[in-house]
């Protein structure tokens, strides 16, 4: 990740939020985050885009003796399209309770999304951040506020 201050902190605005497959990335822009984010890019982006790959493989199953390149387009396209369907159900998981506050900075804000960082050490450090949000050693925060108001 690039440094973006004088004082080497690390401070992306934009947040990748990438398959397992590295096949597809959407990056959303962290001060436009709100607890709209994952529900907009599920419903409106990851919805037309499965939509779009599945027509694509309704009309190679039309054809009837597909060629080895429309067999491997064809398995290529099921495949995507599983893991997309995977991805939007889990942004659809955390958007349930995820209600970003920029005010708790880009770590915590991120954390519950950790699983969709394919850059090993953001990954890493948002996995962690999550796991302390979860045992409550960040309670202070939005975030952990509203996912555990009662704590």
């Known amino acids: 990740m690039p440094k973006y201050s004088r004082s080497r902190r690390e401070a992306p605005i934009c947040l990748p939020l990438t398959l397992n497959s590295f096949d597809y990335t959407i990056w959303i822009y962290y001060p436009n985050l709100t607890s709209q984010t994952l529900f907009s890019i599920a419903n409106d982006l990851l919805d037309n885009r499965i939509e779009k790959r599945q027509k694509e493989i309704a009309n190679l ?77 960040h309670d202070w925060a939005h975030l952990a506020l509203s996912i555990w108001p009662d704590r």
């Open 61 to 137: 199953r039309l054809i009837e003796k597909r060629s080895p390149t429309q067999e491997a387009i064809l398995e290529e396209l099921l495949s995507f399209v599983s893991e997309l369907t995977t991805f939007r159900s889990e942004l659809l998981d955390v958007a349930r309770f995820w209600k970003p506050n920029i005010n708790d900075g880009v770590q915590i804000t991120a954390a519950p999304l950790w699983q969709f960082f394919q850059h090993r050490k953001w990954r890493d450090t948002l996995k962690k951040t999550w796991e302390q949000l979860e045992e409550g050693d």
